[in-house]
Every structure is written in C-alpha cells, then in structure tokens.
C-alpha cells in the first residue's frame, strides 16, 4: 500500500467528481441532516480546517477514486457547489457579510473564491487490498473498538495468554482479513465467549472485557479450552489454504456452526462437503449484489444486512447461526446423528421442512396438504427401525394424519 498526501481545492476536486465514487459498498448510507451540511460549509468559509478525506485509487488512466472515509463531507461540499441547498437562515455574518440563506451563486466573489480555493487534505491510497481498505475504513469510524484489544493484551490472567495462544493457531492464516490491531486475538477471543456460552452471544468489546476479567484463572487445558482447538483444527482442515472469503464476521459464524455440530454429528469426512458448500454459499450471495432489490434472494439480503452492521451483537450472530446451519443442513443432507439418534435436531427439521416447502410428502391421507411449523412431523423415508438414517435426506415432512396412518413408525 503506498500513502500520499496532497492539498486539493475544492473547485479542482469538483471538477473530476464522476471519477470519484462517494459510495463504495463498505460505508454505510447514513445521509447527514441539513444542519450538519450548513454547518460543515460554514466552517469552509470560515477557513477553519475540517477533517482529512482517504481516497482509494481504483484506475489508473483515467485516475478514479472511491472515499473511504470523508464520503459525506464530500457529498455536501459537491451539493454545496451545485447550488442544491442554501446556508441556515440564522447563519451568523462571515467577516462583516451577510450570508444567511445564501446559495453558492448568492456567495459575494471574495467568498466563494474562499470556499473554490479551500484545500482539501486528501490522502490517497494506492494498490491497497479490499482488506487494507475495510480495515482502514474500521479504524476511522471506530478507532476504540480496535485499541480494546490491545487494552485486553495487556490484562493479566489465564484468559489473555489462552487467547495469545490461541491467535497463533494455523487457521489463522487461511482468513481473509489481517492481524492488524490483534484482529486474530479478538477474533480467538469471541470465538471463545461462544464457546462458554454454548452459543451465539454478545461479542462486543464490553462483553470480552468482562470475560478476560471473570476468566482470570482459566483452565487452558480443561474441557472447555480443548473443545475451541478442536474446532479450531477442524476449520483448519476445512481450509487448507488462504481463503478471502473467510470475512471476520463469517469466521465467527463458522465456529459457531462447527462447534455445534461437533457435538451432534459424525462431522469426519464432512470437511470438503463444507468447504464446498461455504464456497458456492458465499459465491451466490455475491451475486446478489448485481440484482435489482426485487429480484434478490430476500433471506440472502436479510443475511447481508446482518454482515453489515452490529455483526458482535447476540441478535445478529443468532440469526446468521441458524440460517447458515439450515442452507448447510439443506446443502449436505447425508449428515448424520452420533449413534443414530431417532429423533431428529432442530437444524436437521428446519432444513427439512423448507426443502419440502412446507408440503406433506407421505400423502398416504393427504394430496400434500401443507403443513404449519408447530403441526407436522419429521418422518424418516427408510423407518428408523429399519436401519433408515436420521438424516436430512432420510428426512420428510408428514402431516400429523399421514404420520399416524403410518403407525408407529416413523
Ligand atoms: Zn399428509
């Protein structure tokens, strides 16, 4: 990544504004009020100094650039230009010049050469990854979130080195994203506040703080610990190489949904059925990003919206859990129960059910009549009794008169 910074006047800046995309798809769309536009064109008049703008460059020839940081300051000062909003009625007089609900045409000439000349400090980022850029971008917004972990490197206690440990295990290095600011210790971190939860949790900052502090004599060689390496292991056999997909957020999940499974089901063998199915999940949903709103997979959007935003949040980190189980339950349907279970898991049902869509296939009293989800059963094609599986793909949605029509053998 190469860095460098230049004054730029606003008016040089307008002029190549089609090269500049203020929207690139890791900023978020907040729109600010008018007041904080006024403002921010007040200040430019005022010759105070504003903030620093980080530029990538996408191309070359001609040169475009996408904001990584400064996109609405950008935005005002383009809008500002073009005449779209005027000053604040009680905008206060700028050396003796009335300006208040003045548009930039309105602007006496000594002023708008102040606000045309105005430099803006850009700094400009050349050949940088999609990752140097969202980490980049991370930092900017929320610099705190990031200190927090090295504030927690510097704790005392059992927890810290575990996770130390724990940052350094090989998976690691098949993630997409980079170690800066201990990223693979805060991620080793969260995975571990899951892991004691038995589940998905808050992962936030505030909530591993508390977990450093309630976990100072963690056993590093007790049941608990060596369940997270074992997953760890598994995921680095899932991923025998450097994976770009393997996003913070999606890392999390995959940890969630291994450790899971390790407990229920024979996962041995399973490791390139779900690399694969990761894989090809992960390439669909990109897709989506070309679609129309209307067009789109809307539980492929709801997922997205979940990576965008509070992706440490409980919430979000539930839903993505049981959404991402069901596609990949659905995705690879032979896998099985720990010594055959009868009954099959709540996963196992969900993706049943959605691949049946709902639809009773017995049909020994029905024509396929559909079923509520509080209301059907999930039937084993090859009966348990026979040797059949408790799998997804020896699974079947039956409707409570069709699974009694078959009579004790389900
Ligand atoms: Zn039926």
């Given at each position: 990544m190469e860095i460098s910074k230049k004054p730029w006047p606003i008016l040089s800046v307008c002029g190549f504004k089609t090269r500049i995309d203020t929207n690139p798809d890791f900023q978020r769309p907040a729109v600010w009020s008018l007041g904080q536009k006024q403002l921010l064109v007040d200040t430019i008049l005022r010759g105070y100094d504003i903030p620093k703008l980080y530029w990538r460059?996408?191309?070359?020839?001609p040169e475009k650039y996408e904001v990584v940081d400064g996109q609405q300051r950008l935005r005002t000062i383009f809008e500002f230009h073009s005449g779209d909003f005027n000053l604040a009625k009680d905008a206060d007089d700028i050396d003796g010049v009335v300006v208040a609900k003045m548009h930039y045409a309105d602007l006496p000439e000594d002023l708008r050469l102040q606000f045309d000349n105005y430099p803006l400090d850009v700094i400009v980022l050349t050949d940088t990854s999609e990752d140097e850029v969202r980490e980049m971008f991370l930092r900017l917004q929320n610099g705190t979130s990031l200190k927090a972990q090295e504030k927690r490197n510097a704790m005392p206690g059992k927890m810290r080195s575990f996770i130390k440990d724990l940052s350094k295990h090989p998976f690691f290095t098949r993630v997409g994203f980079a170690d800066s600011r201990f990223t693979y210790d805060l991620v080793a971190a969260q995975m571990t506040a899951i892991e004691l939860n038995g589940g998905p949790c808050h992962v936030r900052n505030s909530n591993l703080n508390a977990m450093y502090e309630a976990q100072m004599d963690f056993d590093a060689a007790g049941t608990k610990a060596r369940k997270i390496r074992r997953v760890l292991e598994y995921l680095a056999q899932v991923f025998t190489e450097k994976t770009p997909e393997l996003e913070r957020y999606s890392v999390i999940s995959l940890y969630a949904l291994v450790s899971q499974c390790l407990e229920t089901y024979v996962m041995q063998g399973k490791q390139d059925a779900l690399r694969n199915w990761f894989l090809q999940f992960e390439a669909n949903r990109r897709t989506q990003d070309d679609m129309p709103a209307d067009k789109a997979d809307p539980e492929l959007l709801a997922y997205k919206e979940r990576t965008s935003h509070s992706t440490d949040a409980q919430d979000s980190i539930q839903w993505r859990h049981e959404f991402l189980l069901r596609k990949f339950f659905e995705a690879v349907p032979d896998i099985e129960q720990k010594d055959n279970q009868r009954l099959f898991s709540h996963e196992q049902r969900l993706a049943i059910f959605r691949r049946d869509g709902c639809i009773c296939q017995v049909r020994l009293k029905c024509q396929g009549v559909k079923c509520e989800w509080d209301a059907w059963q999930a039937d084993h094609k090859t009966p348990w009794s026979q040797g059949g599986k408790t799998t997804v793909e020896n699974g079947q949605v039956a409707c409570p008169e069709c699974n009694a029509a078959k009579g004790g053998n389900p």
């Open positions: 460059k996408v191309s070359k020839s």
